[in-house]
């Protein structure tokens, strides 16, 4: 029988818990395939090898390290789901800002830790990933389709249209019209928009969607009320590494005044 694992880097589980979430949808995938490694969710596990592996989580130590190169060793497709495992998390915000000794010593009052821990990074920035499901957490009818697709030989596709595409085809009225700042015209759709529907913008967990155009989002958001410093703190609470691509001209940063 096929076997397919789902294995937990440094996150919250919150990706795992979702896959679990997936309620009817894994009764029958387990109709086909043998989940031989999910040490969140079963006692007996075999780290042997995989048609499919899952990777939540970023890279966070060096245990992640040995257990995500072992991992692509055995698999033979390699899917990152979720944003820590996409694009570095959450997490990895504080890689830019100060060194992880200034961060221990403002946070514990200490410079240890007992495990030891690197700077967090995308899965694809050790390995090699063969798909990303992002979301924070990931959506899961996207997992089921990326399973049903590569099991069935089938190239899963996401198309990276903006969030703002989800809105229109829900009808949702948009909030920035309302004056509530939303990331949805600079990230990667495939939630269903959720939190716009909601009436929360969208807060970018899905990363970015193709030709994000960072510079004119920013000055949406200083309509909304943000600083430009924050509107930027703000486009970078999932990215991770894709935060790389925000870059803003003088004349964005100098407008600050009319924030
Ligand atoms: S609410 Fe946000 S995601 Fe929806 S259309 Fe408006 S800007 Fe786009
Ligand atoms: S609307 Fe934005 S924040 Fe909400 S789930 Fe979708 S991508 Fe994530």
Redesign the pocket.
């Known amino acids: 029988m096929v076997k397919i694992g789902i294995m937990g880097l440094t996150g919250c589980s919150g990706c795992q818990c979702e896959i679990l979430n997936c309620e009817e949808a894994i009764y029958r995938l387990i109709e086909k395939v043998e989940i031989s490694y999910f040490p969140l969710a079963q006692d007996n596990n075999s780290f042997g090898e995989f048609e499919i592996l899952f990777v939540e989580g970023s890279v966070t130590t060096e245990e992640d390290e040995r257990k995500v190169k072992e991992g692509r060793e055995r698999a033979k497709f390699l899917v990152a789901v979720g944003s820590c495992a996409c694009y570095g998390g959450v997490q990895s915000q504080r890689n830019d800002e100060a060194s992880l000794e200034e961060m221990l010593l403002a946070v514990y009052g200490r410079k240890e830790l007992p495990v030891k821990v690197q700077k967090p990074r995308a899965v694809s920035e050790v390995v090699k990933v063969d798909y990303e499901l992002p979301g924070c957490p990931l959506d899961k009818r996207q997992f089921v389709y990326a399973v049903a697709s590569i099991l069935n030989g089938v190239k899963p596709f996401f198309p990276k249209i903006?969030?703002?595409?989800?809105?229109?085809l829900s009808e949702?009225?948009?909030?920035?019209?309302?004056g509530?700042p939303?990331?949805?015209?600079v990230?990667f759709a495939g939630c269903g928009?959720p939190?716009?529907a909601s009436g929360v913008?969208?807060q970018g967990c899905r990363g970015n969607c193709d030709f994000p155009n960072f510079e004119e989002m920013v000055e949406?958001l200083k309509k909304n009320g943000l600083s430009t410093g924050d509107a930027v703190k703000f486009l970078k609470v999932f990215r991770g590494y894709q935060s790389k691509e925000i870059k803003l001209s003088e004349g964005v940063v100098e407008n600050e005044k009319g924030a």
């Open positions: 903006p969030v703002c595409h989800e809105c229109k949702t009225e948009c909030l920035t019209l309302k509530i939303c990331q949805g015209p990230t928009a939190c716009t913008g969208c949406i």
